[in-house]
């Protein structure tokens, strides 16, 4: 270790859990110092010591870094120990808290503490959207027209849905919105800057969860730009591993249309041709979440907070997606187009 290293601690072992886990100990300027966890049998990796609490680990580390990988019911609770023991930095996984008067209440709470609280909010940094972002930003595809994702993971069929990797997903009254398509709600705000309006249409198909599980959600910009999310959790899409894209999107502009597919390819149609350019090719491990999104985002806090910098996705930035959510409820419940807020 050096003067510049972070010491991290991880509160959670599940299945997504360790991909955290991976990730902290590949990064840059950090030392996953422990891991805490009430099951004892959970899979750890090798010499990191495993404590049956955050408050028992605390007795024994002096963490720089908390990284909280549990369900939301326990992510208050957990922040508010982590300011009590004055952890400088603090990441938390989504969905943030219960509510969003829970999120209000911590995030200013933190603040108020001078502690940096982020959201790991990682579809953003997939290598496809960091990409997109990029050439959005210098204008390499002229005018934007519109974007749509298509979510077909293939996971949610039967009785058994989801209850070999995350089996709380059944009981979460609020589903594809709250837990997956939030994601896509923060990478069009990062992608496009601020909504104007929202609609939302929400369904049911399988009929063991509590909550949604298939629907669209349509977010308007400025300059008649659209974003749409086609979520359907039953259905699949064409991928060796339909979990590394989650679906099929397609940006559409005036150089033509850039489709991302199955395999993390990114290729550009432009407007007139039949042939396709490939601006990013197919990602070659398949097998790491998200085209490594996780240590992508861990990576990006670690350099950011090392060098006394401002990371992406503060807790107070994403109350705002936050906000977007309660609203495509509000949209769906009463079958509705919605003007957000927007100032200016």
């Known amino acids: 270790m050096t003067m510049n290293t972070l010491l991290i601690g991880v509160v959670g072992a599940g299945y997504f859990a360790q991909l955290h886990h991976a990730a902290w100990q590949r990064c840059r300027h950090t030392w996953l110092a422990g891991i805490a966890d009430r099951n004892p049998d959970v899979t750890t ?11 028992q680990m605390l007795v024994s580390q002096k963490l720089d870094v908390l990284d909280i990988v549990v369900p939301p019911d326990a ?21 943030f808290c219960q509510s969003l008067e829970q999120a209000e209440y911590i995030t200013a709470k933190a603040e108020a503490a001078g502690i940096s609280l982020v959201i790991h909010e ?14 959005i930003e210098t204008g390499a595809f ?8 298509a979510l077909r993971p293939g996971d949610g069929r039967g009785a058994d ?40 249409d929400l369904r049911q198909l ?9 629907g669209v959600i349509m977010v308007e910009f400025d300059n008649h730009l659209t974003a749409i999310f086609d979520g359907n959790r039953l259905s699949d899409h064409l991928a060796d591993n339909p979990r590394l894209t989650m679906g099929e999107a397609w940006l559409e502009t005036e150089a033509g249309v850039i489709m991302l597919s199955g395999d993390g390819q990114l290729a550009l149609r432009r407007h007139g041709q039949q042939d396709e350019d490939i601006i990013l090719p197919a990602h070659q491990d398949s097998q790491s979440f998200g085209g490594d999104c996780v ?15 401002r990371a992406e996705n503060t807790a107070r930035e994403y109350l705002e997606i936050m906000k977007l959510v309660d609203t495509a409820y509000q949209s769906a419940a009463e079958g509705r187009k919605i003007n957000l807020n927007v100032k200016g």
């Open 45 to 55: 990796p090798a010499d990191i010591p495993l404590y049956q609490s955050l408050e």
């Open 142 to 149: 002229g005018q934007i027209y519109q974007f749509r994702f």
């Open 206 to 214: 399988n009929p063991v969860l509590r909550g949604e599980d298939a």
């Open 161 to 200: 849905a989801y209850l070999a990797r995350q089996p709380y997903f059944q009981e979460m009254p609020r589903f594809l919105v709250h837990e997956t398509a939030v994601h896509f709600l923060d990478l069009f705000c990062f992608l496009f800057g601020t909504p104007r309006q929202l609609y939302a």
């Open 295 to 309: 240590f992508h985002l861990c990576q990006h806090v670690a350099d950011a907070w090392t060098n006394g910098q």
């Open 122 to 135: 990682n579809f953003r940094f997939q290598p496809w959207y960091r990409l997109l972002k990029s050439k």
């Open 75 to 95: 992510h208050c609770r957990l922040i508010e120990t982590a300011i009590d023991a004055d952890i400088s930095h603090i990441i938390c996984q989504k969905p």
